[in-house]
């Protein structure tokens, strides 16, 4: 089969790579239907991450199932299946608490840029439709797997509720797809901070209420202006640096909430200011798991559509482009199709 491999910073090849087998009887092999670039991929793209020997990259997949492990009984060979980033057995504590992203047996999907993957704890980890979806519902159903479920679980974390002030931090494709959360689950008021004119667009067509072009301390200015001087309910950080992360503490109300999604890179957080704050914290790895059922319904509905992300679409074999695309802020997201 052919695949991405990252060598070095700036270094995406597109391989033939040997085919994945069934290694472990709960696994299961996946032909993929589409994938895509992930922002978080490029932090190795760009270096911030090291790349210490090339290894092969992706993890979000949605794709049909070619063969399963003896153990696997959930899904079957030719049912269209979405994943998460993230494996997980679904039954362990942690699991049944509601956190499959920290499942005891979790492994995190690092293979998918790929034309077929292997899914270890495929029985937990899998949820397939009734039927084959149509094409166009794939780009939707993809971004659930990564994107959409981190932005739920944004708006969850950082407890959304109907009626709620929202501010999301953040314009990339988790943001985008925090705006639908956020208006999914009743917020009145949704201001997407965004210098980005056709961000801001999306963000608008998604629900988003306001728009703050503003950043830093001038940005949370703005925010208390919007909201009689306290600062929003709800705030979602979808980006993960220090920056980020203080625009997103000081945009909350005394009592409000920040789930931070955004994978930090030099972000630390102040203990003596958090405590006088009276703001809650919450974030990590999305449980997209618990969400697959939810958000896959929605995306076949059509009251949701995260596909919208997706505004370049490239053949698989391109996938070096796609990051190119996303690194110099000419794409939100590349969907690449194999
Ligand atoms: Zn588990």
Same mark, same amino acid.
């Given at each position: 089969?052919?695949?991405?491999?990252?060598?070095?910073?700036g270094d995406i090849r597109f391989e033939t790579l040997?085919?994945?087998?069934?290694?472990?009887?709960?696994?299961?092999?996946?032909? +993929?239907?589409?994938?895509?670039?992930?922002?978080?991929?490029?932090?190795?793209? $760009?270096?911030?991450?090291?790349?210490?020997?090339?290894? &092969?990259?992706?993890? =979000?997949?949605?794709?049909?199932?070619? =063969?399963?492990?003896?153990?696997?009984?959930?899904? %079957? &060979?030719?049912?269209?299946?979405?994943?998460?980033?993230?494996?997980?057995?679904? +039954?362990?504590?942690?699991? $049944?608490?509601?956190?499959?992203?920290?499942?005891?047996?979790?492994?995190?999907?690092?293979?998918? /840029?790929?034309?077929?993957?292997?899914?270890?704890?495929?029985?937990?980890?899998?949820?397939? +439709?009734? =039927?084959?979806?149509? =094409?166009?519902?794939?780009?939707?159903?993809?971004?659930?797997?990564?994107?959409?479920?981190?932005?739920?679980?944004?708006?969850?974390?950082?407890?959304?509720?109907?009626?709620?002030?929202?501010?999301?931090?953040?314009?990339?494709?988790?943001?985008?797809?925090?705006?639908?959360?956020?208006?999914?689950?009743?917020? !009145?008021?949704?201001?997407?901070?965004?210098?980005?004119?056709?961000?801001? %667009?999306?963000?608008?067509?998604?629900?988003?209420?306001?728009?703050?072009?503003?950043?830093? !301390?001038?940005?949370?200015? %703005?925010?208390?202006?919007?909201?009689? @001087?306290?600062?929003?309910?709800?705030?979602?950080?979808?980006?993960?640096?220090?920056?980020?992360?203080? /625009?997103?503490?000081?945009?909350?109300?005394?009592? @409000?909430?920040?789930?931070?999604?955004?994978?930090?890179?030099?972000?630390?957080?102040?203990?003596? !200011?958090?405590?006088?704050?009276?703001?809650?914290?919450?974030?990590?790895?999305?449980?997209?798991?618990?969400?697959?059922?939810?958000?896959?319904?929605?995306?076949?509905?059509?009251?949701?559509? &995260?596909?919208?992300?997706?505004?370049? +679409?490239?053949?698989?074999?391109?996938?070096?482009?796609?990051?190119?695309?996303?690194?110099?802020?000419?794409?939100?997201?590349?969907?690449?199709?194999?």
């Open positions: 089969m052919r695949g991405a491999m990252i060598y070095a910073p040997d085919d994945p087998k069934i290694l472990n009887p709960t696994d299961a092999i996946i032909r +993929t239907a589409v994938t895509c670039v992930c922002g978080s991929d490029l932090w190795p793209y $760009r270096g911030t991450e090291p790349t210490d020997e090339p290894h &092969p990259m992706g993890h =979000e997949y949605v794709g049909f199932v070619e =063969e399963v492990g003896s153990e696997v009984t959930s899904v %079957k &060979p030719g049912e269209f299946v979405v994943g998460s980033f993230a494996t997980s057995d679904n +039954t362990c504590p942690n699991c $049944r608490n509601g956190f499959q992203s920290n499942c005891l047996h979790r492994e995190f999907m690092s293979t998918c /840029q790929a034309d077929y993957v292997r899914i270890p704890h495929a029985h937990g980890t899998l949820v397939a +439709t009734d =039927e084959v979806p149509g =094409e166009e519902l794939w780009p939707g159903l993809l971004a659930v797997s990564d994107v959409m479920g981190t932005g739920w679980w944004a708006a969850d974390a950082a407890e959304v509720r109907p009626g709620s002030t929202v501010v999301v931090v953040g314009d990339g494709a988790v943001g985008l797809c925090a705006v639908i959360a956020a208006k999914e689950m009743g917020a !009145e008021r949704i201001i997407a901070m965004s210098r980005h004119e056709s961000r801001q %667009k999306l963000a608008r067509e998604f629900g988003a209420t306001d728009i703050v072009a503003e950043r830093g !301390e001038e940005g949370v200015e %703005k925010i208390k202006e919007l909201t009689g @001087g306290i600062g929003a309910d709800s705030v979602l950080e979808c980006v993960g640096t220090a920056q980020s992360m203080q /625009q997103a503490l000081h945009s909350a109300r005394p009592g @409000g909430n920040v789930g931070f999604v955004g994978v930090p890179h030099g972000v630390a957080v102040d203990g003596q !200011e958090l405590f006088f704050s009276h703001v809650g914290l919450r974030g990590g790895p999305a449980p997209v798991r618990r969400y697959l059922p939810n958000l896959i319904e929605r995306v076949l509905t059509g009251a949701i559509d &995260p596909g919208r992300v997706f505004d370049l +679409t490239l053949p698989l074999d391109q996938v070096a482009d796609g990051y190119k695309a996303m690194d110099e802020r000419r794409a939100i997201k590349t969907l690449l199709k194999p």
